[in-house]
C-alpha cells in the first residue's frame, strides 16, 4: 500500500502541472485517441461554462447535469464499438454523455453516471458509424470543477475461445479489458467453467510451453479479475478446436482480488494450455499478464509483431542496450517513443525517434539505451501517429549483470565467439533463445578461454552461457547475424 500512496503523490503531482486540453463546446473540441491499448486524456472542468442548449443536445439524460462541462470528440474505429471510461482526479464522481450528428446539431446517444471506477462514469457504445465524428461531454455530479481522465479503447476481438490471441508469460502483456460483454458462459456454454460462478467480459489466449516445469502466471489489474486455464493441448488447433467441450479447468480463482495467480504443476515442452480472463469488475481497465517466477518457460516466438514491423528487437552489447526495428509501411506515423520497465507494468519512457510520416518501402531504425536497469527489464515501442492514436510492439526482455558478465566476442558474430575466462577452466557452454530452449555447444580450449562455433544456428538474439570449474554460471546476450 505505501508504493501504491507513493504512486498517486506523484501522479497527483504530476496532474497539477499538467496542460489540459478540451472545450467548452462540441466545435472545436480535441480529438482522442481510440485504439487498443489505452492512452489516457487529462482533462479538467475549471473555468468552463454550462452548454445546455438545444444545438448542444440539451440536457444529458443523466448524473443531475448542471455543472460546467468540457468536450471531446473521437472518430469511431471500424466495427463501430468502443468503450469509453472515465478515471477519478480531483472529481470523484462525474457524469458522461455521447453524442452524435453535426457540430451544432447534436443527438445524445447515450448516458452514464457510476458505470466506471468508483462513482465515476463509463460507456460501452455499439452500432457506431466507422470513420464518423462522435461528441463526448464530460461534468462533475451536480455541481463543482475538478480534474479527471478520460480514455477510449476498441474492444478485444478474442472473446471467444474460437478465437484466442498468443500471449507469453516470460514477456509481460497489457491488455484493455471488455466491459458491457456478454459472458463466456452464454458465449461458449458448452465449456466446464468450474469455479467461476459468473464469466463477465471473456478475453482468450493461448500458452505454449518451451522449457517444462511448474508454470506459474501472475495477473493484475486495478479491480476484480478472474481467470480459468485449461489443457494440455497437442497443438494450437487442436486447443481452438476444443472450444465450447473445456473439461474441469486445472486451475481457477474466482475471488474478489484484483490480483490473480496461475499454477500448474509438470507441464511439458510444446504442451498448449488456453487461458480465460474475465474483467469480473465490469469497468474498463488495464490487465497485466506475466512470469509469475515458475520453473516453466513459454514460447514467445508465438506472439507476432504489430502490423507494419518486419523486425523488432532488444539486446544487450557493451553494458549498453540496444535497439533495432523495421517497418515496411507507415501510415501518419510521427514518432517512436522508446520504453522500458522493471515490472512490465509501469512504463517510462528514454527516449524518442522521429518516424517517417508515410512510407511504403522498408525502413530502419535504431535507438542505444546508454544506462540500462540493472537485472532483468523489459522494453518495448510506443508508435505514435499525428493524430495521436499509438500503438505498442511486443516487449522483449533483456537482462543486464552488472557483477561480472561473460566476455564473448564478437558480439554480434556471423560464426566463431571467443568466450574469455582468465581465473577458473570453462567446462560447458550454452546457448539459449528468447524462448528458452538450449543447445550444449562443443568448444575449443585456447591460453585465454574457449572458442565455440554459434554458425549452425539461426539469426537472431540468444544469450550464451558458460559454467566454470567451480560451477560459476556467467552470461551474456549474444547476436547472430
Known amino acids: 500500500m505505501k508504493g501504491l500512496f507513493f504512486f498517486a503523490t506523484i501522479l497527483t503531482v504530476f496532474l497539477d502541472q499538467y496542460t489540459f486540453s478540451q472545450s467548452d463546446a462540441p466545435c472545436g473540441a480535441p480529438a482522442i485517441s481510440v485504439g487498443t491499448n489505452c492512452t489516457v486524456t487529462n482533462g479538467t472542468t475549471a473555468g468552463a461554462s454550462y452548454s445546455n442548449n438545444a444545438a448542444n443536445g440539451g440536457t444529458p439524460s443523466c448524473a443531475s447535469p448542471g455543472a460546467p462541462d468540457v468536450w471531446y470528440s473521437f472518430v469511431a474505429p471500424p466495427g463501430g464499438t468502443v468503450n469509453i471510461s472515465a478515471t ?5 464522481d462525474g457524469g458522461m454523455a455521447l453524442y452524435q450528428g453535426a457540430c451544432g446539431s447534436l443527438t445524445q446517444v447515450s448516458c452514464d453516471d457510476d458505470s466506471g471506477p468508483g462513482a465515476m462514469p463509463a460507456l460501452t457504445s455499439s452500432g457506431l ?6 461528441y463526448l461531454r464530460f461534468w ?29 508469460s516470460g514477456s509481460p502483456i497489457s491488455f484493455t479489458a471488455n466491459s458491457g460483454g456478454s459472458p463466456a458462459s452464454t458465449v461458449n456454454p458448452g465449456n466446464n467453467y468450474n469455479c467461476l460462478s459468473t464469466s463477465p ?3 482468450w489466449y493461448y500458452l505454449e510451453i518451451a522449457n517444462g516445469g511448474n508454470l506459474v502466471v501472475d495477473i493484475t489489474a486495478g479491480q476484480d479479475v478472474d481467470f480459468a486455464i485449461w489443457g494440455p493441448f497437442a497443438s494450437v488447433a487442436a486447443g481452438t478446436a476444443a472450444c465450447n467441450t473445456y473439461g474441469m479447468p486445472l486451475d481457477c480463482s474466482y475471488s474478489t482480488s484484483a490480483t490473480e495467480q496461475v499454477n500448474v504443476n509438470g507441464v511439458t515442452t510444446g504442451q498448449v494450455y488456453v487461458l480465460l480472463v474475465t474483467n469480473y469488475a465490469n469497468v474498463v481497465q488495464t ?46 506515423s510521427d514518432f517512436f517513443a522508446v520504453q522500458r520497465s522493471m515490472d512490465g507494468i509501469i512504463w517510462e519512457t528514454t527516449g524518442f525517434v522521429d518516424a517517417a510520416g508515410n512510407s ?6 535504431a535507438f542505444t539505451d546508454e544506462k540500462p536497469l ?48 582468465k581465473e577458473h577452466a570453462i567446462k560447458s557452454v550454452q546457448l539459449i533463445d528468447l524462448t528458452g530452449r ?39 546476450l549474444l547476436i547472430l547475424e
Open 88 to 92: 477519478a482526479g480531483s472529481i470523484t
Open 129 to 134: 458509424i466507422p470513420g464518423n465524428t462522435y
Open 140 to 168: 462533475r455530479y451536480f455541481s463543482g470543477t475538478g480534474t479527471f481522465s478520460l480514455c477510449i479503447t476498441v474492444p478485444g476481438t478474442n472473446t471467444t475461445c474460437t478465437v484466442q490471441q498468443p500471449i507469453c
Open 201 to 203: 467480459n471473456p478475453s
Open 287 to 332: 490487465i497485466n499478464v506475466t512470469n509469475g517466477g515458475g520453473t516453466a518457460t513459454t514460447n514467445c516466438a508465438i506472439v507476432p509483431l504489430p502490423v507494419g514491423y518486419s523486425n523488432w528487437q532488444a539486446y544487450l552489447a557493451n553494458d549498453k542496450v540496444r535497439m533495432n526495428w523495421t517497418t515496411e509501411s507507415e501510415v501518419n
Open 360 to 365: 511504403s518501402t522498408s525502413k530502419s531504425y
Open 374 to 421: 540493472e537485472g532483468l527489464s523489459y522494453y518495448r515501442l510506443k508508435q505514435v501517429d499525428l493524430d495521436g492514436n499509438a500503438n505498442f510492439t511486443t516487449i522483449v526482455p533483456v537482462e543486464y549483470n552488472i557483477v561480472s558478465p561473460l566476455d564473448a566476442y564478437p558480439n554480434p558474430t556471423t560464426g566463431m565467439v571467443l568466450v574469455k575466462e
Open 438 to 476: 538450449k543447445w550444449e555447444l562443443p568448444f575449443m580450449t585456447g591460453s585465454t578461454g574457449v572458442s565455440v562455433d554459434v554458425s549452425p544456428h539461426s539469426k537472431g538474439t540468444y544469450t550464451l552461457q558458460s559454467v566454470d570449474e567451480l560451477g560459476n554460471v556467467r552470461s551474456t
